[in-house]
């Protein structure tokens, strides 16, 4: 059974439609997806070639997806509510920064456009590596990658997308506010906490479509 179809599989029996998975469906999904390469998905070319990409290519079957992204081009910081992702990088070198919602805090400011956040990851990944896998609530949900390197990159959304079960994608910056409610006043022993607002990414980022050029799947 080809790579990419016994990925299907597991994904068919092991994600769920509420977001939240139990770490035995997580550990499924991983195990295959670790061993994923850029042949199993039709992209051994660019992998061995990635100094001449320019332009960025994405597959989209709904919930799952593969981002080929130029160098130094940027996916700007967004979230994936209620929804467990998991991201293979297939090749090159992505810088990955990502955080989650403090979610001990006034109701108020859970209303505000502009919220409380702790950075999780802040750093950068390169091919081969394990699957990183985030939560509805913890493990990175509201993520950026910037290509240091032409690099692809495998997503796995569980559930997918979708504006009418209330699971829209977001975008956000970091800005500067003063903490007049205190809530994060007493933790300076945890990871570094920054505030997030909606922002709507620039006009010059573009997600171009492509085919699909591996293995065929048998759906």
């Known amino acids: 059974m080809a790579t990419i179809q016994k990925l299907y599989e597991v994904c068919k029996v092991s994600l769920s439609a509420n977001g939240s998975l139990s770490p035995e469906a997580v550990d499924s999904v991983c195990s295959v997806l670790d061993n994923v390469m850029p042949s199993d998905v039709g992209l051994e070319t660019e992998a061995q070639s990635v100094r001449s ?3 960025p290519r994405v597959l989209n079957r709904k919930a799952i997806g593969i981002f080929c992204i130029p160098a130094s ?11 467990t992702v998991f991201s293979k990088l297939l090749y090159g070198t992505v810088h990955v920064k990502s ?6 805090t006034t109701q108020l400011l859970k209303l505000s ?48 997308y ?3 079960d209330g699971r829209h994608c977001s975008y ?3 800005c500067r506010k003063a903490d007049p409610s205190g809530i994060l006043s007493n933790r300076s022993r945890e990871p570094e906490f920054v505030w997030l607002e909606e922002h709507q990414p620039p006009n010059s980022f573009v997600i171009r479509r492509d085919l699909y050029k591996g293995p065929a799947l048998n759906l």
Not at 99 to 104: A, I, K, M, P
């Open 172 to 174: 956000f910056r970091r």
């Open 113 to 160: 456009k502009v919220r409380p956040a702790k950075i999780v990851r802040d750093g950068e990944m390169s091919a081969p590596c394990g699957a990183m896998v985030i939560q509805p609530k913890d493990g990175g949900n509201i993520h950026a990658f910037k290509a240091i390197t032409p690099c692809a990159i495998l997503d796995i959304l569980s559930p997918p």
């Open 73 to 83: 081009s940027i996916i700007p910081l967004h979230n994936h509510p209620g929804m």
């Open 99 to 104: 955080y989650d919602w403090v979610e001990d």
């Open 53 to 55: 990409w320019r332009s």
């Open 162 to 164: 979708s504006s009418e």
